[in-house]
């Protein structure tokens, strides 16, 4: 009876593997229509998933500013390009800090956040970080590092409603995201991870001094020096 369960459970695990395979290779490609994070959270906000109710606009890296991708490493991964989808240093880190804070302190990969979101619905049960590391892997067998942050960029929530930089930058600063400087790059990575009650165009103390902080980051790690051994443009 256990070797049938597992024999079972095995089997399922294999073709569902497959199934995510296959997924994650044509939107290696394909930029993805929706992704389970969008729709978890137009179903919580209205009950029913719209497409309509969403700004999504995904775009090729090579239409967006050089300086977005930066902001977005030096803010959230700055070792991007060294890891397999895992900062272990970070992550230990942070366990070490949230034993005596009452903040957690995240220490997601940009390749983790696009798992997250491309995969997982918004919740917090602890098997969700088993499932996320288990598509993290993946991702990071199948798509190149270009792919991954091509994929974060466009996916990433930026507001109510507003996935993605390309479209962040059109409600925003009334431009394509190709147009975007460094300190407008900045602003709108500096909402994260709270888009919803952040507004890049409102220069909040903390707003101001995340932004700083974080164009002050993308100098140090290289500028925009550091994509052009990983990025095609």
């Not at 459970?9 to 969008?38: D, G, N, S, W």
């Not at 989808?85 to 983790?112: C, L, P, V, Y």
């Not at 979101?117 to 499932?131: A, D, P």
């Not at 909040?204 to 290289?222: A, F, P, S, V, W």
């Amino acid at each position: 009876m256990v070797k049938k369960i597992f024999y079972f459970v095995t089997k399922l695990f294999l073709i569902y593997t497959a199934f995510v395979i296959f997924l994650l290779l044509f939107f290696r490609f394909i930029h993805p229509p929706v992704t389970a994070f969008m729709q978890s959270e137009s179903n919580s906000l209205t009950g029913l998933f719209d497409l309509n109710d969403i700004n999504y606009k995904p775009v090729p890296i090579k239409k967006i500013s050089k300086f977005a991708p930066l902001a977005a490493i030096a803010s959230e991964d700055q070792m991007f390009f060294e890891h397999f989808g895992f900062d272990f240093e970070q992550i230990e880190k942070a366990m070490k800090e949230n034993k005596h804070r009452k903040r957690i302190r995240g220490a997601s990969t940009i390749s983790m956040q696009v798992a997250k979101n491309l995969f997982l619905f918004n919740s917090k049960i602890f098997i969700r970080k088993g499932f996320e590391a288990y598509y993290t892997l993946l991702l990071e067998l199948l798509w190149s590092k270009e792919r991954i942050l091509e994929t974060y960029l466009n996916i990433a929530e930026m507001g109510e409603n507003i996935y993605g930089i390309e479209a962040a930058s059109k409600i925003y600063f009334k431009k394509p995201s190709s147009k975007l400087t460094a300190e407008q790059s900045a602003a709108i990575i500096a909402c994260l991870p709270n888009p919803k009650k952040r507004d890049p165009r409102r220069a909040t103390n903390y707003l101001t001094n995340r932004k700083l902080h974080i164009i002050e980051q993308m100098n140090l790690i290289g500028g925009v020096s550091i994509l052009n051994n990983h990025i095609n443009y």
